[in-house]
Nanobody, 127 residues
Framework: QLHAVESGGGLVQPGGSLRLSCAASGFSLDYYAIGWFRQAPGKEREGVSCIDISGGRTNYVDSVKGRFTISRDNAKNTVDLQMNSVTPEDTGVYYC????????????????????WGQGTQVTVSS
């Protein structure tokens, strides 16, 4: 079965940092654009950041610009999300997902453009 696998979630204090990692099961991330999404309790899933197969094209939701950085290491077959200066509003379940790089609407966090999803990792920002 093809799916993504997230890791690195946990409890972090406001202002702290956390690094999430996305890996793949049954396929290689090298050939896919990757997106990170999050879902807070009672809210819809929202796109956080995404990156193309080369790593040269990225997108961020406004609320995380300047604080989060997405990167990929194709040699390790992983895509990481470095989260700095976190706030309680960053709390939620974080998911990574893979999309066909040549279907351009992954860039705008169109959920239906993403084919392979992980089960999510919980991030809780609290003092």
């Amino acid at each position: 079965q093809l799916h993504a696998v997230e890791s690195g979630g946990g409890l972090v204090q406001p202002g702290g940092s956390l690094r999430l990692s996305c890996a793949a099961s049954g396929f290689s991330l090298d050939y896919y654009a990757i997106g990170w999404f999050r879902q807070a309790p009672g809210k819809e899933r929202e796109g956080v950041s995404c990156i193309d197969i080369s790593g040269g094209r990225t997108n961020y939701v406004d609320s995380v610009k300047g604080r989060f950085t997405i990167s990929r290491d194709n040699a390790k077959n992983t895509v990481d999300l470095q989260m700095n200066s976190v706030t309680p509003e960053d709390t939620g379940v974080y998911y990574c997902a893979a999309a066909n790089n040549f279907r351009d609407r992954w860039y705008d966090f169109e959920l239906r453009e993403y084919d392979y999803w992980g089960q999510g990792t919980q991030v809780t920002v609290s003092s």
